[in-house]
């Protein structure tokens, strides 16, 4: 029995699969200690409420949702505490609220589960009112530094290299070029993995570069072997071919990626008469049961995070390392964005199987 720690639990920024099984192994790992686990509602929000809003965690309640999508414990990835919109309209920092939370709840930690942003402003808070701070790396972007695997990643991977695999006949069937826009931010990582294992024959992520006239070139080829179809997969965040960002606004002015992949259907189709069709996958990739690399990486960040507390190792992120977890400083991690690098084993498996991937020396 170890010398009955409380911590506390939170899922910060967009959800994924993969977060309840972290949340599980947590629980597990932390009840073995024999110690008290405290799940935050609503991220930063729960703290921020009176009285902080939480759930005492057991075993019973834990285990059925090893399968289960979404958060148990609910997200948000609105409203940073040190500059919070309030309902008239102005911007308050709220930090000190939320670190009262955190000393109300008697907390001796506190896990945040969240990606670089999320893991920002925990940490932030974390110095600011002395939150004893373990972090957990998750996102489908896998854009947090040092890290090889964020949670929810792989099972976003396999839902976009599904889609791609179902894309495959239909394309066949129409003779048609089919376009998958897919998201990972301002990352490729989601679609240079699925494009391979999902067979496309054109990758574009926004960090290399692309030339329109390459691509149908590529269609060409392939119309010229007798292959009558095409599969392009592409990052939310690909620009059009003169660099501009391709975004959404909702009636809020807020600003998300979306819509690159009709822009290059109209493009391809007005150069050489294609017909093209689009499907943009959107938050298909974050939802639903987690696969087993999910589970497995949740699992072993979850007892990872919960021996750091016991070591007392605060302001340390766990990462995924030729396949061990080791801690790292939050700081170093957040500090180090994560794109498509270009030495990366995929991009050498995309150049070398023929897959265009942009202008760039293949
Ligand atoms: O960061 C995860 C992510 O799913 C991105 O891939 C995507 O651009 C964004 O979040 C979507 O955010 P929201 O859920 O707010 O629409």
Redesign the pocket.
Known sequence: MGKGKRIGILTS????SGLNAAIRAVVHCANRKGWEVLGIRQATLGLMARPPQCIKLEIDQVDPLLTSGGTMLETT??GDPFAFPMPDGSLRDRSEEIIAGYHQLGLDALIGIG?DGSLAILRRLAQKGGINLVGIPK???N?IGITEHAI?FDT?VNIATEALDRLHFTAASHSRVMILEV???DAGH?AIAAGIAGGADVILIPEIPYSLDRICDKIKERQEKGKNYCLIIVS??VRTQQGQAVTIANRFG?F??GGISQYLADQISARIGAETRVTVL??I??GGTASPLDRLVAAAFGVAAVDLIEKEKYDYMVTWQNRRVLAVPIAEAIAQYRSVNLEDTLVKTACGLGIYLGDFFC
């Open positions: 920024g967009g959800d994924c990835n609105k990606g996102t489908i972007d854009d929810g976003a998201m990972g931010r989601i939310e965040a807020e998300r990626y959107g938050h990739q974050r």
